[in-house]
Antibody, heavy 120, light 111 residues
Framework: QVQLQESGPGLVKPSQTLSLTCTVS??????????WSWIRQPPGKGLEWIGY???????YYNPSLKSRVTISVDTSKNQFSLKLSSVTAADTAVYYC????????????WGQGTLVTVSS | QSALTQPASVSGSPGQSITISCTGT?????????VSWYQQHPGKAPKLMIY???KRPSGVSNRFSGSKSGNTASLTISGLQAEDEADYYC???????????FGTGTKVTVL
């Protein structure tokens, strides 16, 4: 079965760029049936969809974050990545990657999540 | 695009049924049968419970069911069990400009 695992620094300084990678195992990221999404959850708060990428490289971002977000894909490594620039304390959150079913708008499965804290 | 509105908390006794609402607009919930529900236990990743309003993935208990009327989707948990105590989030397709929007989340407490 497909599994996803996030990796990256757990601490980022304000104004810097947050960078995370999601490694997909048990299936190909090049499957045409899926997008690959990033979702975040500030401590004690709800879920926020950040954006997705298709294996071809096409992307779509949440309009509220679009100016600071870049999602990329490396099909040779079966990975996709998130970059969020100019971070502030408000970007402190658990960041999840998830497989996003194109036609049904479903997130399944999810990675375990990784906490990123923005602090000097 | 604002988050879909859910009650902050819902509670029930073991064996009872509870319903969680998820209210959107005619631009999201009301226009598409693409509502999904997720269960999240503390410190864990969300788990898919319902998709396309009322479909259950393999392995999810039939005590969980979904429905929709107008701009409001609902998740019903029947025969409430202690293990159902968790946070629940709805999610909907929100059209070509926003694409995906989550609900505010509901904490379910089993009394």
């Amino acid at each position: 079965q497909v599994q996803l695992q996030e990796s990256g620094p757990g601490l980022v300084k304000p104004s810097q760029t947050l960078s995370l990678t999601c490694t997909v195992s048990g299936g190909s990221i090049s499957s045409g049936d899926y997008y690959w999404s990033w979702i975040r959850q500030p401590p004690g708060k709800g879920l926020e969809w950040i954006g997705y990428i298709y294996y071809s490289g096409s992307t779509y971002y949440n309009p509220s974050l679009k100016s600071r977000v870049t999602i990329s894909v490396d099909t040779s490594k079966n990975q996709f990545s998130l970059k969020l620039s100019s971070v502030t304390a408000a970007d402190t959150a658990v960041y999840y990657c998830a497989r996003d079913w194109r036609t049904t708008v479903v997130f399944d499965p999810w990675g375990q999540g990784t906490l990123v804290t923005v602090s000097s | 695009q604002s988050a879909l509105t859910q009650p902050a908390s819902v509670s029930g006794s073991p064996g009872q049924s509870i319903t969680i609402s998820c209210t959107g607009t005619s631009s999201d919930v009301g226009s598409y049968n693409l509502v999904s529900w997720y269960q999240q236990h503390p410190g864990k990743a969300p788990k898919l419970m319902i998709y396309e309003v009322s479909k259950r993935p393999s392995g999810v208990s039939n005590r969980f069911s979904g429905s929709k009327s107008g701009n409001t989707a609902s998740l019903t948990i029947s025969g409430l069990q202690a293990e159902d105590e968790a946070d629940y989030y709805c999610c909907s397709y929100a059209g070509s400009s926003t694409l995906r929007v989550f609900g505010t989340g509901t904490k379910v407490t089993v009394l």
